[in-house]
Protein backbone atom coordinates (compact mmCIF):
# COMPACT_ATOMS: atom_id res chain seq x y z
CA UNK A 1 0.00 0.00 0.00
CA UNK A 2 1.75 3.23 -0.99
CA UNK A 3 1.46 6.09 1.25
CA UNK A 4 2.41 9.51 0.00
CA UNK A 5 3.93 12.35 2.74
CA UNK A 6 3.98 15.90 2.22
CA UNK A 7 5.86 18.67 3.79
CA UNK A 8 6.23 21.71 3.32
CA UNK A 9 5.33 25.84 4.29
CA UNK A 10 1.55 26.59 4.60
CA UNK A 11 2.66 30.29 4.25
CA UNK A 12 4.25 31.79 1.42
CA UNK A 13 4.79 35.47 0.49
CA UNK A 14 3.57 37.28 -2.92
CA UNK A 15 6.07 36.91 -5.82
CA UNK A 16 8.02 34.06 -4.01
CA UNK A 17 8.58 29.96 -4.94
CA UNK A 18 6.02 27.64 -3.06
CA UNK A 19 7.76 24.68 -2.28
CA UNK A 20 6.23 21.15 -1.46
CA UNK A 21 7.86 17.75 -1.50
CA UNK A 22 5.95 14.20 -1.60
CA UNK A 23 7.73 11.46 0.25
CA UNK A 24 6.96 8.13 -1.20
CA UNK A 25 6.44 5.07 0.55
CA UNK A 26 5.60 1.47 -0.75
CA UNK A 27 6.31 2.26 -4.07
CA UNK A 28 8.79 3.81 -6.37
CA UNK A 29 9.64 7.14 -7.79
CA UNK A 30 11.51 5.73 -10.57
CA UNK A 31 8.89 3.02 -11.25
CA UNK A 32 7.72 2.35 -14.95
CA UNK A 33 4.48 1.79 -14.07
CA UNK A 34 2.98 4.87 -12.75
CA UNK A 35 3.06 8.88 -12.51
CA UNK A 36 3.91 11.30 -9.53
CA UNK A 37 1.41 14.20 -10.01
CA UNK A 38 0.65 17.12 -8.14
CA UNK A 39 -3.09 18.87 -8.03
CA UNK A 40 -4.53 21.76 -5.97
CA UNK A 41 -7.66 22.79 -5.19
CA UNK A 42 -8.48 26.44 -4.01
CA UNK A 43 -10.93 27.14 -1.29
CA UNK A 44 -14.92 26.62 -2.92
CA UNK A 45 -13.23 25.27 -6.38
CA UNK A 46 -12.86 22.52 -8.48
CA UNK A 47 -9.29 20.40 -8.80
CA UNK A 48 -7.11 21.86 -11.06
CA UNK A 49 -3.96 19.08 -12.21
CA UNK A 50 -0.80 21.01 -12.19
CA UNK A 51 1.28 18.61 -13.48
CA UNK A 52 3.63 15.50 -13.23
CA UNK A 53 6.73 13.72 -13.23
CA UNK A 54 7.47 9.81 -14.21
CA UNK A 55 9.78 7.68 -15.88
CA UNK A 56 10.49 5.93 -18.69
CA UNK A 57 14.02 4.88 -19.22
CA UNK A 58 14.19 8.55 -18.65
CA UNK A 59 12.61 11.27 -16.77
CA UNK A 60 9.83 12.67 -18.20
CA UNK A 61 7.03 15.68 -17.53
CA UNK A 62 4.12 16.88 -17.87
CA UNK A 63 2.33 20.51 -16.56
CA UNK A 64 -0.70 22.34 -17.02
CA UNK A 65 -1.13 24.83 -19.42
CA UNK A 66 -2.60 27.52 -16.75
CA UNK A 67 1.28 27.42 -15.11
CA UNK A 68 3.25 26.63 -17.80
CA UNK A 69 6.62 29.04 -17.24
CA UNK A 70 5.79 28.96 -13.37
CA UNK A 71 6.26 25.46 -12.62
CA UNK A 72 8.73 22.63 -12.07
CA UNK A 73 8.34 19.32 -10.74
CA UNK A 74 11.60 17.04 -9.98
CA UNK A 75 12.20 13.56 -8.56
CA UNK A 76 14.69 12.52 -6.14
CA UNK A 77 15.40 9.35 -6.50
CA UNK A 78 17.83 9.19 -3.45
CA UNK A 79 14.96 10.14 -1.41
CA UNK A 80 12.57 8.37 -3.30
CA UNK A 81 10.56 12.02 -3.53
CA UNK A 82 9.48 14.50 -5.73
CA UNK A 83 8.64 17.92 -4.99
CA UNK A 84 6.86 20.72 -6.15
CA UNK A 85 8.26 24.32 -7.42
CA UNK A 86 5.65 26.80 -8.15
CA UNK A 87 7.40 30.45 -8.54
CA UNK A 88 5.96 34.19 -8.82
CA UNK A 89 2.97 32.77 -6.51
CA UNK A 90 -0.32 35.31 -5.87
CA UNK A 91 -3.09 34.98 -4.01
CA UNK A 92 -4.34 33.19 -6.52
CA UNK A 93 -2.44 30.24 -6.03
CA UNK A 94 -3.87 29.78 -2.56
CA UNK A 95 -5.00 26.17 -2.39
CA UNK A 96 -4.95 22.70 -0.76
CA UNK A 97 -2.02 20.80 -2.92
CA UNK A 98 -2.16 17.37 -3.02
CA UNK A 99 0.17 14.89 -4.23
CA UNK A 100 -1.45 12.00 -6.29
CA UNK A 101 0.26 8.79 -7.80
CA UNK A 102 -1.72 8.08 -10.96
CA UNK A 103 -0.66 3.87 -12.11
CA UNK A 104 -0.38 3.51 -15.79
CA UNK A 105 -2.98 3.39 -18.06
CA UNK A 106 -5.02 6.40 -16.24
CA UNK A 107 -5.89 4.41 -13.26
CA UNK A 108 -6.30 7.10 -10.74
CA UNK A 109 -6.67 5.65 -7.47
CA UNK A 110 -6.74 6.41 -3.45
CA UNK A 111 -3.03 6.88 -3.33
CA UNK A 112 -2.98 11.16 -2.63
CA UNK A 113 -0.88 12.98 -0.01
CA UNK A 114 -2.63 14.62 3.35
CA UNK A 115 -3.01 17.92 1.09
CA UNK A 116 -1.22 21.03 2.43
CA UNK A 117 -2.94 24.25 2.60
CA UNK A 118 -0.71 26.96 1.45
CA UNK A 119 -2.07 30.38 1.71
CA UNK A 120 -0.16 33.04 -0.62
CA UNK A 121 -0.19 36.66 1.80
CA UNK A 122 1.84 39.00 2.85
CA UNK B 1 -7.30 26.42 -23.52
CA UNK B 2 -9.39 22.95 -23.66
CA UNK B 3 -12.05 22.64 -21.55
CA UNK B 4 -13.95 20.02 -19.59
CA UNK B 5 -17.81 20.64 -18.82
CA UNK B 6 -20.09 19.10 -16.71
CA UNK B 7 -23.87 19.75 -15.30
CA UNK B 8 -23.05 22.68 -12.44
CA UNK B 9 -25.94 20.82 -10.44
CA UNK B 10 -28.05 18.25 -10.40
CA UNK B 11 -31.10 16.96 -7.73
CA UNK B 12 -32.26 13.29 -7.28
CA UNK B 13 -34.84 11.89 -5.12
CA UNK B 14 -33.79 8.86 -3.20
CA UNK B 15 -33.81 5.55 -4.41
CA UNK B 16 -34.02 7.44 -8.15
CA UNK B 17 -31.44 7.43 -10.88
CA UNK B 18 -29.06 10.13 -11.84
CA UNK B 19 -26.60 10.80 -14.91
CA UNK B 20 -24.00 12.80 -14.95
CA UNK B 21 -21.84 13.73 -17.87
CA UNK B 22 -18.67 14.91 -19.17
CA UNK B 23 -18.05 16.62 -22.08
CA UNK B 24 -14.75 17.89 -24.12
CA UNK B 25 -14.11 20.97 -26.02
CA UNK B 26 -12.23 19.34 -28.15
CA UNK B 27 -15.27 16.77 -29.66
CA UNK B 28 -16.17 13.42 -28.36
CA UNK B 29 -15.03 11.95 -25.74
CA UNK B 30 -13.59 8.49 -26.23
CA UNK B 31 -11.53 5.73 -24.23
CA UNK B 32 -8.79 7.53 -25.09
CA UNK B 33 -9.31 10.16 -22.72
CA UNK B 34 -9.25 7.49 -20.18
CA UNK B 35 -11.99 8.80 -18.30
CA UNK B 36 -11.82 9.34 -14.39
CA UNK B 37 -14.96 9.97 -11.99
CA UNK B 38 -14.41 11.36 -8.62
CA UNK B 39 -16.58 12.08 -5.51
CA UNK B 40 -15.50 14.49 -3.39
CA UNK B 41 -17.33 14.99 0.28
CA UNK B 42 -16.96 18.17 2.31
CA UNK B 43 -13.39 18.78 4.12
CA UNK B 44 -12.28 15.84 2.23
CA UNK B 45 -10.02 15.09 -0.65
CA UNK B 46 -11.41 13.67 -3.87
CA UNK B 47 -11.53 10.09 -3.87
CA UNK B 48 -11.97 7.96 -7.13
CA UNK B 49 -14.34 5.87 -8.22
CA UNK B 50 -14.09 5.02 -11.90
CA UNK B 51 -11.23 4.79 -14.18
CA UNK B 52 -11.19 4.09 -18.08
CA UNK B 53 -14.68 5.02 -18.52
CA UNK B 54 -16.37 2.36 -16.85
CA UNK B 55 -14.12 0.21 -14.77
CA UNK B 56 -14.41 0.39 -11.07
CA UNK B 57 -12.18 0.47 -8.28
CA UNK B 58 -12.83 -2.21 -5.09
CA UNK B 59 -14.36 0.26 -2.74
CA UNK B 60 -16.74 2.00 -5.20
CA UNK B 61 -19.91 0.66 -4.56
CA UNK B 62 -22.06 -1.07 -7.31
CA UNK B 63 -24.80 1.23 -7.66
CA UNK B 64 -22.55 4.01 -9.75
CA UNK B 65 -21.46 2.51 -13.03
CA UNK B 66 -19.20 5.07 -15.78
CA UNK B 67 -19.91 5.01 -19.57
CA UNK B 68 -19.35 6.63 -22.62
CA UNK B 69 -23.12 8.27 -24.03
CA UNK B 70 -23.35 9.96 -26.81
CA UNK B 71 -20.03 11.42 -27.19
CA UNK B 72 -19.60 12.12 -23.36
CA UNK B 73 -18.33 10.49 -20.59
CA UNK B 74 -21.04 9.32 -18.01
CA UNK B 75 -21.72 8.68 -14.34
CA UNK B 76 -24.80 6.84 -13.39
CA UNK B 77 -26.17 6.54 -9.99
CA UNK B 78 -28.84 3.99 -10.10
CA UNK B 79 -30.59 3.46 -6.68
CA UNK B 80 -29.21 6.90 -4.96
CA UNK B 81 -28.68 6.91 -1.61
CA UNK B 82 -28.37 9.82 1.08
CA UNK B 83 -24.64 9.22 1.31
CA UNK B 84 -24.17 9.99 -2.32
CA UNK B 85 -24.54 13.92 -1.88
CA UNK B 86 -21.54 14.98 -2.64
CA UNK B 87 -19.46 16.94 -5.67
CA UNK B 88 -18.44 14.85 -8.38
CA UNK B 89 -15.69 15.71 -10.81
CA UNK B 90 -14.70 13.98 -14.06
CA UNK B 91 -10.97 13.84 -15.47
CA UNK B 92 -9.77 13.15 -18.72
CA UNK B 93 -6.38 12.93 -20.58
CA UNK B 94 -5.31 15.24 -23.47
CA UNK B 95 -1.99 14.17 -24.85
CA UNK B 96 0.33 14.73 -21.59
CA UNK B 97 -1.58 16.85 -19.24
CA UNK B 98 -5.04 15.95 -17.53
CA UNK B 99 -8.34 18.38 -17.48
CA UNK B 100 -10.52 18.45 -14.49
CA UNK B 101 -14.31 19.06 -14.84
CA UNK B 102 -15.93 21.58 -13.37
CA UNK B 103 -17.78 19.15 -10.97
CA UNK B 104 -21.44 18.87 -10.73
CA UNK B 105 -22.84 19.09 -7.35
CA UNK B 106 -25.48 16.74 -6.59
CA UNK B 107 -27.94 16.91 -4.36
CA UNK B 108 -30.33 13.77 -3.07
CA UNK B 109 -33.49 15.28 -1.95
Known amino acids: QVQLQQTGPGLVRPSQTLSLTCAISGDSVSTNSATWNWIRQAPSRGPEWLGRTFYRSKWLYGYAESVKGRISISPDTSKNQFSLQLNSVTPEDTAVYYC????????????WGQGTLVTVSS | QTVVTQEPSLTVSPGGTVTLTCASS?????????PNWFQQKPGQAPRALIY???NKHSWTPARFSGSLLGGKAALTLSGVQPEDEADYYC?????????FGGGTKLTVL
Open chain 1, 100 to 111: VRELHGGKWEDS
Open chain 2, 26 to 34: TGAVTSGYS
Open chain 2, 91 to 99: LLYYTGAWV
Open chain 2, 52 to 54: SSS
